[in-house]
């Protein structure tokens, strides 16, 4: 059962800017606050400036903030902020309290120096790790990078110094996707009588801008609440840490070692990042030189005998499609994690789609079907890892985890389970009374995964690869006979999973007449949209689809049940063809969009009373 | 030391080898058989994993674990089968082409982080498989059915990439030189971190006598020097040529004549932490210098995956955590009743 999600696309954002009351943190802050007002958000602002006239520079009782609310509904400047601009060290320890969490916070990297670091009392060199801070830190080097960005004006270096608090506000402006236009315009009044420095801030501003889309700099800006009301102990989460502990917690379950291959790839890389941390869990977390090099080196890793991943995005999927190819022919347990983003080739990486649908289906050569997930909500990225490494090694098949940039950076509060509440995995070693005459393709009857003989056990040495094999003895094999059942046997194996989950399961007023459908990131929103639906007395019927391939035993059964079916996707409609060509006699309806964001529930009330009223 | 108690037999699988009759590849196998018994590597202690290719067929024919991979990958494969499962041996199987075209991204990084593993490259400087296409270590000029002109480029030199990727171990030998394959094969087994061995190998169907220059019986001894660390660099059919230095550089000379004895004759040390040398030596081609075969370098270094076992251990003992769940509730929580 899926808990209850709910979206909160963050409609209020709370930055603080602060530096050194020189910084000009003020003009950031009012810029920013005016140019959103001017995209239609309502305002709250709060300047906190220092109580001493001239206080020394760079101390802690120096430090101006500004601290603007924007957004939907905004009343308040808000008790904590989303954003923290730090210009110094000293701002960074005055302001990071006031932090949300799952915030972010941007320091001037430049001005935490050995003097930076004595005038805001800081004991030690690593400022961040001396305050505890766990937030996602920004470390922009905005001294040195406003400078060069006006190294070929004539200007004195104080008064390009005075540019720094420009380059931070560019910054947030790519955070927040506020174009710059207004800001310049804003600028431009401001500095009307003195052209020179509108030119040299107008330079600055667009390199903060640039800095941000270069460094893929990011902030969730949707909260995906999972609501769970059961006692225990809480924490909060992203869907790529989700994704990564679901992992450990199958290796654990599996009792085999875990082994990520991977590149860095947004917005994936912080899969990685926490894996290569998790080696005080054991955890083997290897950068390899190439998107291609991360699958196969965890194709050696799951016949060497481990839980074996890859993490990557889009294009990294299609370099990993040989790979993933081996790993369905050689039948070795393997999770290939893709946090679609938008395409095709670089496309948007740091937005979310669901456009990789079809590659993972179906892009590779020959026939090589595997099992496709795909979780709801950041918490349920946990689950779903876990799912696709139960189903990868009881099943001896790559499974590809389809996660979004939307649930893999949104965060959520999250029930950390108890040791028992999820099942040991069956991994099928080679049963004991079966290890005389084992060859490496003999199967288990009922699922027809073959064995895992783990390297380094006496007497079970084989060899398996790419070449076709023989069904029986494992040898190389032509044999055209022998290779259609070979294909047969390895769709049935996939077909065979879904024995093995959940049913599929329709929420909301079931007894509508109306379905819609959708399937991983898109469960929040949806799940919305058809409450208000229902609210407004439209009555429809929902289900999300998690399990993608094999699908539920029972999704034909739900499918007949409904008039009006209508499925609702990031994309111009991959899982509606994919349902389409599953049940040829339904008639299926389309709500897409592939802007790059996630759907408002407005969006999908909209698109289901249209169809609904037969428009 | 402990008795052996493996023969070569207990390396050969019950698959009928189908290379080519005459193809070099069949004296290789033996001797990896031969060379694996004489260290005592358990088979079932032993990974063999190829890429694509005549010689990734390798695998099958060896009674140990085995992968035959997707062609150029077998690098990154062994790679992350070694560092998953450390206890076990590794031998990587790759060609020229499949090593050195298709795999070169994987082949220079596994060789850069030291990997313990053994990768074994057969060069014919042909694409057998593929029937006869030029390869990147074909020479400039080559003509095969993809260069009917002749190639318009430069070969890579195997040894020339091992060392500009840092490597610590680097052995040749020829298909024919059995003695000589048998000893860098071991040698390579024994070596921790990454080693490669180049052996030069004749495709009878479609590059035959490729290495006839050097491998000529009646010329053979005058056109390769086999090293052997701590020993005089010494050739020649009569035992009275041998390899000083002349300058930064190599030079062949004449024992006895020209004023040069036997002390100015170079002693090779394969363990010099310098390949300078080294690299010298392996660019010798058997014109104006001998082709060299044998241990040209083996040095020690960090590897990768004890490296990792090592930071794992630590990490390990640092944090104490017992499982997941002991790790995120030592991280900031809070309790709902």
New interface residues.
Partial sequence: MLEKTSVKPIDKVVVRFSGDSGDGMQLAGNIFTNVSAGLGNSVSTFPDYPADMRPPQGSLSGVSAFQASVGKGVHTPGDQCDVLVAMNPAALKRGYKFLKPGGVIIVDIDSFNESGLKKAQFETEDAIKELGITAQVIEAPITSMTKNALADTDMDVKSVLKCRNIFALGLVCWLFDRPLENALKLLKNKFAKKPAIYEANAKVIQAGYDYGHNIHATVTTFRVETEDIRPGVYTDINGNTATAWGLIMAAEKAGRPLFLGSYPITPATDILHELAKRKDLGVKACQMEDEIAGVCSAIGAAFAGNLAATSTSGPGLALKSEGIGLAVIAEVPLVVIDVMRGGPSTGLPTKTEQTDLMQALYGRNGESPLAVVAPTSPTDCFTMAFEASRIAIEHMTPVILLTDAFIGNGASAWRIPEADEYPAIRTPYVPADKVDGWKPYHRDPETLSRYWAIPGTENLQHRIGGLEKDSDTGAISTDPINHEKMVELRREKIARIANDIPEQEVICDVNADTLLIGWGGTYGHLHEAAEDLNKAGKRVAFTQFRYINPLPKNTAEILNRYKTIIVAELNTGMFADYLQSKFPNLDIRRINKIQGQPFLSKEIVDGVTKIMEGK | MEENKFTPANYK?D?AVRWCPGCGDHAILNTLHKAMASVGV????M?V?SG?GCSSRL??Y?????????HG?AA??????????P??TVWQISGDGDGLAIGG??FI?AVRRNIDINILLFNNKIYGLTKGQYSPTSDRGFVSKSSPYGTTEDPFIPAELVFGARGNFFARSIDVELQVNQEVLAAAQQHKGTSVVEILTNCVIWNNGIHNFITDRETRADRTIHLVHGEKMIFGKDKNKGLVQDGFLLKAVEIGKDGYTIDDVLVHDAHCKSNFLHQQLAMMDGHELPLAIGIIRDVEGLTYNDE?DK??AE??A??G?T???D???A???????
């Fill in positions: 699988s698959q358990p088979p079932h202690k990974a994993i694509i695998p099958y060896m009674n140990t674990y085995g992968m035959h991979t997707i990958r990154a494969i062994a790679t992350g089968f070694k560092v998953a499962n206890e076990m991204n994987h990084h990792i930071q794992v990490v390990r640092k944090k955590f499982c997941l769940r790790m995120i509730m991280g900031e929580t809070w309790e709902v009743k």
